[in-house]
């Protein structure tokens, strides 16, 4: 079973920065895509960024040329950095990893959330 970890949300002004980052702990054979999802109030969550093992990165279209994601693979951490924030990125962050489990089975791991306010 793995857990996911948040961390690094809080409350910026309109144009600040942000880095969130997201530890995983347990055991898994293996820990293949990490991506971050958002959700704001009375929306879907969304999928904002996705890197896979190999590094190869994926982004919402409202993120891009705004945020990176980046991942080491050795301590299965994955990070978002978020740059020119404006109030419509405010949301709860989650972070999600998908694996290969010991027995081989797929699974996939959510955080608990961490909390970005942006002020406009």
Same mark, same amino acid.
């Given at each position: 079973? %793995?857990? =996911?970890?948040? &961390? #690094? @949300?809080?409350?910026?002004? $309109?144009?600040?920065?942000?880095?969130?980052?997201?530890? *995983?702990?347990?055991?898994?054979?293996?820990?293949?895509?990490?991506?971050?999802?958002?959700?704001?109030?009375?929306?879907?969550?969304?999928? %904002?960024? =996705?890197?896979? &093992? #190999? @590094?190869?990165?994926?982004? $919402?279209?409202?993120?891009?040329?705004?945020?990176?994601? *980046?991942?080491?693979?050795?301590?299965?951490?994955?990070?978002?950095?978020?740059?020119?924030?404006?109030?419509?990125?405010?949301?709860?962050?989650?972070?999600?990893?998908?694996?290969?489990?010991?027995?081989?089975?797929?699974?996939?791991?959510?955080?608990?959330?961490?909390?970005?306010?942006?002020?406009?």
């Amino acid at each position: 079973q %793995v857990q =996911l970890v948040e &961390s #690094g @949300g809080g409350l910026v002004q $309109a144009g600040g920065s942000l880095r969130l980052s997201c530890a *995983s702990s347990g055991i898994a054979y293996s820990i293949g895509d990490m991506a971050w999802y958002r959700q704001a109030p009375g929306k879907q969550r969304e999928l %904002v960024a =996705l890197i896979t &093992s #190999g @590094g190869s990165t994926n982004y $919402a279209d409202s993120v891009k040329g705004r945020f990176t994601i *980046s991942r080491d693979n050795f301590r299965n951490t994955v990070y978002l950095q978020m740059n020119s924030l404006k109030p419509e990125d405010t949301a709860v962050y989650y972070c999600n990893a998908a694996g290969l489990d010991l027995r081989g089975a797929e699974f996939a791991s959510w955080g608990q959330g961490t909390q970005v306010t942006v002020s406009s």
